[in-house]
């Protein structure tokens, strides 16, 4: 329903939760298609992920709690780079998300999130807030103008017209029903079948010549 109504920004609270490796990988795919296709922002959050799900995102946000801080916010491919700078380089054959997650969990034997957020705040932040700044300083469209220029946006109450979504709800009714040829079978079989043995019941009825059985169903 999110991703119908084309959105500039989607947000995914753990869509991989209770999934399989193999089943998270082909969601985050399908996330990214989506996004690629429809040109939107997608946020993920997402725990423990495989190293081929790893790859598939283009930047990588890693937070730590107690408090709450932000520990790296970069590129996918510049976070090993970063965490070596820090003195905590990646070893060989090893998940690289698995090695960001057990440095960043308080209280935990390989826990170094407060020198990581450190070493965050004093390499990555200042450009962040740089580019922050810079973005800020050009000139904005208002809320009037975007709403005005969009060949995308619905100037109505929702955001898509009415016509669009009826035919995507036809169109996957249509899907959803010629996948299983027996659930389409079925609702046509069933009262054929009914109304033939109803009828061949009171066949004759009112004829004198013409005895009815009774037929007892349990």
Same mark, same amino acid.
């Given at each position: 329903?999110?991703?119908?109504?084309?959105?500039?920004?989607?947000? @995914?609270?753990?869509?991989?939760?209770?999934?399989?490796?193999?089943?998270?990988?082909? @969601?985050?795919?399908?996330?990214?298609?989506?996004?690629?296709?429809?040109?939107?922002? @997608?946020?993920?959050?997402?725990?423990?992920?495989?190293?081929?799900?790893?790859?598939?995102?283009?930047?990588?946000?890693?937070?730590?709690?107690?408090?709450?801080?932000?520990?790296?916010?970069?590129?996918?491919?510049?976070?090993?780079?970063?965490?070596?700078? @820090?003195?905590?380089?990646?070893?060989?054959?090893?998940?690289?998300?698995?090695?960001?997650?057990?440095?960043?969990?308080?209280?935990?034997?390989?826990?170094?999130?407060?020198?990581?957020?450190?070493?965050?705040?004093?390499?990555?932040?200042?450009?962040?807030?740089?580019?922050?700044?810079?973005?800020?300083?050009?000139?904005?469209?208002?809320?009037?103008?975007?709403?005005?220029?969009?060949?995308?946006?619905?100037?109505?109450?929702?955001?898509?017209?009415?016509?669009?979504?009826?035919?995507?709800?036809?169109?996957?009714?249509?899907?959803?029903?010629?996948?299983?040829?027996?659930?389409?079978?079925?609702?046509?079989?069933?009262?054929?079948?009914?109304?033939?043995?109803?009828?061949?019941?009171?066949?004759?009825?009112?004829?004198?010549?013409?005895?009815?059985?009774?037929?007892?169903?349990?």
């Amino acid at each position: 329903r999110g991703v119908a109504a084309c959105p500039s920004l989607l947000f @995914c609270d753990e869509p991989t939760s209770g999934l399989s490796a193999t089943d998270a990988e082909t @969601c985050v795919k399908a996330l990214r298609i989506v996004t690629k296709r429809l040109g939107i922002t @997608c946020l993920v959050v997402i725990h423990q992920p495989r190293y081929e799900v790893t790859n598939l995102f283009d930047t990588l946000v890693l937070l730590t709690s107690n408090p709450g801080r932000m520990a790296y916010f970069g590129s996918m491919g510049g976070a090993e780079m970063f965490w070596s700078k @820090c003195g905590y380089p990646v070893h060989q054959h090893m998940n690289p998300t698995d090695h960001f997650l057990d440095l960043l969990t308080p209280n935990m034997p390989q826990d170094q999130s407060s020198l990581l957020v450190t070493s965050f705040n004093e390499q990555l932040k200042p450009q962040l807030e740089n580019q922050i700044d810079a973005v800020l300083q050009e000139p904005a469209k208002s809320v009037a103008e975007m709403l005005a220029e969009g060949d995308s946006h619905s100037s109505g109450p929702y955001a898509v017209p009415f016509r669009t979504q009826l035919a995507t709800l036809l169109r996957r009714k249509y899907l959803l029903a010629t996948r299983d040829f027996r659930a389409l079978g079925l609702p046509l079989i069933i009262p054929v079948i009914q109304g033939t043995i109803i009828g061949y019941m009171f066949i004759g009825v009112g004829q004198k010549d013409v005895m009815l059985k009774q037929i007892m169903f349990s």
